[in-house]
């Protein structure tokens, strides 16, 4: 008897814990996060087939601040390793974005014409697709189909966004790789993943939740293979954890954290997380590559507590009208010109060749058949990239000339260098693969 009550329990409770989140992912004021663990199916592990977070209780939160910390103090706390993540109530909370775009009809007016990359809602990387449109075509139907902005934050939008005071001096200032933009209808859901750069996480419309873990559980997490780039995923289902396959994730300790408008929450390089919306929501990231020292030589003498809009500060990648490539998720093109200086000194040689940047090409770029010689039609390629920074086609080019090389034309052999992250051009046809 006792058994069977447990039993109806059980499936009474997740039939309307799963009814009030599956249904549609609106209305998401009354979703409990953390859950509460429900008793297990006699014989089943605690939260088998359940959610991420229903199979073993959390640390608690992640740390909160209601003041963001100096840059000095987050980089000692928790922007140097071991990296910490950090939630900042209302950091952006003066950005007029958090006023203005909780209205489609006022991103449609002043950002309707231009383009973002669009991917599904429910994050599949086995199947990645992403297209590209205008902001207005998306806000058009982004109700009824299970669309979702993943793209670099359009230039012009910037300026109504706010800066977060711990990054305003010293090498967080400079290093600003790139912002994205993510807007959907809520119900959204990431993948249990990690990427290689920190990433300032900051919400500007609806509800976000995260659920973090250390980079060092990640063997108990049934990682797919690791990618070069220093990011990384797990197969694991976040919607139905299979405990029978993957006992070890009821091992692995976990924070968690709820973003409400106006508050972002600091994500490590490396860290995993896994995050859904609930309503419709707005965010805008910022992210840098981590560096091992703090070069705090201009915080004496910058202002960190006057209101900084995001678009006084520079960016390496960014996209505005006209633009034929979104570039996003490109590297920290400073490591393109490191690296070849690097290379010059241990090849102990004068010059940058075509055959320097081979050599790179065999490391970098065909990591899965390490050590092979490129063909000639990789040559060829390689030539062309060189090219670009060989402006006086003298077939080499100097240490000097590499110190001195302005960011588009390293940008330029990044694009070169790695695939271009997404699609290119205007239009790139039909929208019913999403
Ligand atoms: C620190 O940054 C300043 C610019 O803010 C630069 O002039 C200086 O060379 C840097 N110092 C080091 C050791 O990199």
């Not at 297990?40 to 601040?65: A, D, F, N």
Request: charged share 30%; net charge negative; proline share 6%.
């Amino acid at each position: 008897m006792a058994l069977k009550k447990a039993v109806l329990f059980w499936t009474f409770t997740s039939v309307l814990w799963l009814g009030s989140i599956f249904v549609n992912g609106e209305g998401s004021e009354d979703v409990v996060f953390p859950p509460t663990l429900l008793p297990s199916e006699p014989g089943l592990p605690v939260g088998h087939l359940l959610p991420l977070g229903y199979q073993r209780e959390p640390e608690g939160p992640v740390k909160e601040y209601t003041q963001p910390l100096t840059p000095t103090e987050f980089w000692e706390q928790h922007a140097r390793e071991p990296y910490v993540p950090l939630v900042y109530r209302q950091a952006i909370a003066k950005a007029p974005a958090v006023a203005n775009w909780q209205s489609d009809d006022y991103i449609r007016e002043k950002y309707g014409d231009l383009d973002v990359l669009i991917e599904k809602k429910i994050e599949d990387r086995h199947h990645p697709v992403r297209l590209r449109m205008p902001l207005s075509e998306f806000l058009d139907n982004y109700h009824h189909k299970q669309w979702y902005v993943v793209s670099l934050l359009p230039d012009p939008m910037r300026a109504e966004m706010q800066v977060p005071r711990s990054l305003l001096c010293g090498n967080f200032r400079d290093s600003i790789l790139e912002s994205n933009l993510w807007l959907s209808s809520g119900g959204t859901r990431s993948v249990l993943h990690y990427d290689a750069d920190h990433n300032i996480h900051c919400l500007i419309s609806g509800r976000k939740d995260f659920i973090m873990i250390d980079n060092k559980y990640g063997d108990k997490l049934d990682l797919a293979d690791k990618k070069k780039s220093g990011s990384g995923f797990t197969h694991m289902n976040v919607d139905k954890v299979d405990l029978v396959k993957n006992p070890e994730v009821a091992e692995v300790p976990w924070t968690w954290a709820t973003l409400k408008p106006g508050d972002c929450i600091f994500i490590p390089s490396r860290y995993f997380h896994q995050v859904r919306s609930y309503g419709r929501s707005v965010a805008a990231t910022i992210m840098w590559d981590p560096f091992a020292e703090f070069n705090d030589s201009d915080c004496a003498t910058r202002d960190i507590d006057t209101y900084t809009a995001f678009n006084e500060v520079k960016l390496q990648w960014t996209y505005k009208k006209g633009d034929k490539v979104i570039d996003m998720g490109y590297m920290n093109v400073e490591i393109i010109r490191k690296t070849f200086l690097t290379l010059m000194k241990e090849e102990d040689m004068e010059k940058f060749t075509p055959e320097l940047l081979a050599i790179l090409y065999e490391h970098n770029i065909l990591d899965e058949d390490e050590g092979e010689e490129l063909g000639e039609e990789d040559m060829e390629h390689v030539r062309k990239v060189f090219s670009v920074m060989d402006k006086d086609k003298k077939g080499y080019i100097t240490a000097e000339e590499i110190q001195a090389m302005d960011i588009e034309t390293l940008k330029r052999v990044a694009r070169g260098i790695e695939e271009a992250h997404g699609p290119i051009g205007e239009d790139p046809g039909p929208r019913d693969e999403l």
